[in-house]
């Protein structure tokens, strides 16, 4: 746990995600509407991408991509993602995460 633990230090949004995986990429899209700049890691395009999964899995990653990290805490894949963008707590999540800093409801 300690590499992922390294690899989301200090960053606002990070998302763990594969370069072939749709969830993955509607989630990034999602979160990057919001003004969102979160750092991606496509593990199929990484040496040790195997062994990341392998820790995100660990931590109940079921699938293990995409995995979205906000305020560098692990809040879920695409369902717990779609689920707090439904009940409005996203937008919250990201603000407090300093991931952006103003939204405006239309």
Same mark, same amino acid.
């Given at each position: 746990?300690? @590499? $992922?633990? #390294?690899?989301? &230090?200090?960053?606002?949004?990070? $998302?763990? *995600?594969? #370069?072939?995986?749709?969830? *993955?990429? *509607?989630?990034? !899209?999602?979160?990057? &509407?919001? +003004? %969102?700049? %979160?750092?991606?890691?496509? /593990?199929?395009?990484? *040496?040790? +991408?195997?062994?990341?999964? !392998?820790? @995100? =899995?660990?931590? +109940?990653?079921?699938? !293990? ?5 906000? &305020?560098?805490?692990?809040?879920? &894949?695409?369902?717990? =993602?779609? !689920? @707090? ?7 919250? @999540? /990201?603000?407090?995460?300093? %991931? =952006? ?6």
């Amino acid at each position: 746990m300690e @590499l $992922i633990t #390294s690899m989301v &230090g200090e960053k606002p949004v990070v $998302i763990f *995600s594969k #370069s072939s995986c749709c969830l *993955s990429f *509607s989630i990034m !899209s999602l979160i990057s &509407g919001f +003004g %969102a700049n %979160a750092t991606v890691y496509e /593990l199929d395009q990484m *040496s040790n +991408g195997k062994q990341i999964e !392998s820790e @995100l =899995i660990q931590l +109940g990653c079921q699938p !293990s991509v995409p995995a979205v990290f906000i &305020g560098q805490k692990f809040v879920g &894949g695409a369902n717990q =993602i779609m !689920s @707090l963008h439904v009940r409005n707590e996203l937008v919250t @999540l /990201l603000m407090n995460a300093k %991931a =952006i800093w103003i939204w405006n409801k239309k």
